[in-house]
């Protein structure tokens, strides 16, 4: 028996010893199709050469040098990287070492923005049912999802939720996706009223919904318009891209395609994919330098920041999706994946919605297609689900729906940017033998 604290203690998960292109193999040998890319981390797949020769240099010549202290080539060059690339006015990075250190930072930093310019009454931050932005305190406190929450309520600050952009579940018949968007929206600025604008300092947000949605975007014109109400009321906009950013959707960052930009915007995950744990936070030029011109620092930190080894993976993740033009073959493999889903599960009893952007894509499993009836929570039908599918040999990742039968149960997709063709088919294959016998 190992002394390791398990995810579960009900479940003896094998070990896994190698992982090679789009494929993790356990210690008896079995193939497992990263069709999750763990939990949409793997865009690069397993034992990509180039980051593993950038890690084995930069562990060489300078493993660690605390921030406290030192920067460091890497972290200079990573930062000078993403923000070529990132939207709008953002122009500092923060580098942590994964989303909920990038999430709670991002909380942390709106705060102390407002403090530093003279508006120490806000406080408060608006989110959304039904999202997750990571499980530290400040983190999960921004988060809807009741079930993560729940045990921990009395400990988490207090952070008003509105709805999602869920078109799927709350689209109304007759409804255009247009008009079901500025309603969905209208919910930030009745919140703000409510509490009082001048007290409201932050609104937090997945662009493409992950973890407890199955990769739902918002429609057209819904963060336009979120954008809008923020810039009214002066409240920060924070994009947690976390899961959906890094090219994940077929656009580095998530929010190009609701044509935003965030005044935070978080990332994890892909940006090291996998080879180093690494998050950042990434800020405007305008937050920068209130506190610059301020108190002169951020009073938060944490040892690992900028770490060397961490951010000389990202960069040489950052620089082999520049050179081989993976965000937009993961805007093309999205696509056939998409299509090849449409086809296999379209009219499929048990699946009622097949949604997402580029690798990102998510199915929903209802017991009813005409009434959109999610099977009843006592069905474990995703948790069985996770097992056939593991059983059949592909990694993908289904959550449980609500209690409150409002969300059904949804499997996520989010495979390697390099997977091929023929890999396609292996997903939907797989994915067909698991919905089965989860559904049987
Ligand atoms: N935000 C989002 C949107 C996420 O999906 C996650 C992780 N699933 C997090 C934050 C937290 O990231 P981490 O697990 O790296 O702390």
Redesign the pocket.
Known sequence: MSHVFPRSMKSSPPRAVRGEGCYLYDDTGKAYFDGSGG??VSCLGHGDPDVIAAVQKQVQSLAFAHTGFFTSEPAEELADLLISKAPGDLDRVYLV???????EAAIKLARQYYIEIGQPQRRHVIARRQ??????LG?LAA?GNAWRRAQFAPLLIDVSHIAPCYEYVDRHDGESAYDYGQRAAQELEDEILRLGPDTVMAFMA?PV???TMGAVPAVEGYYRRIREICDTYGVLLIL?????GMGRTGHLFACEADEIAPDIL?I??GLGAGYQ?I?AMLCTRQIYEALENGSGFFQHGHTYLGHPVAAAAAAAVFKKLDSQNLVSRAAMMGEKLHTALVERFGQHPFIGDIRGRGMFQGLEIVADRETKTPFDPDRKVSARFKTAAFEAGLVCYPMAGTRDGKYGDHVLLAPPFIMEDEQVTEITDKLAQALATATG
Request: aromatic content about 4%; glycine content about 20%; hydrophobic content about 30%.
């Open positions: 939990a949409a070492s994964g989303g909920s250190e990038a999430t999202s997750y932005h990571g499980n530290t983190a988060g997945e919904v992950g973890a947690d891209e976390v899961m959906c978080c994890a995950k744990p998050g």
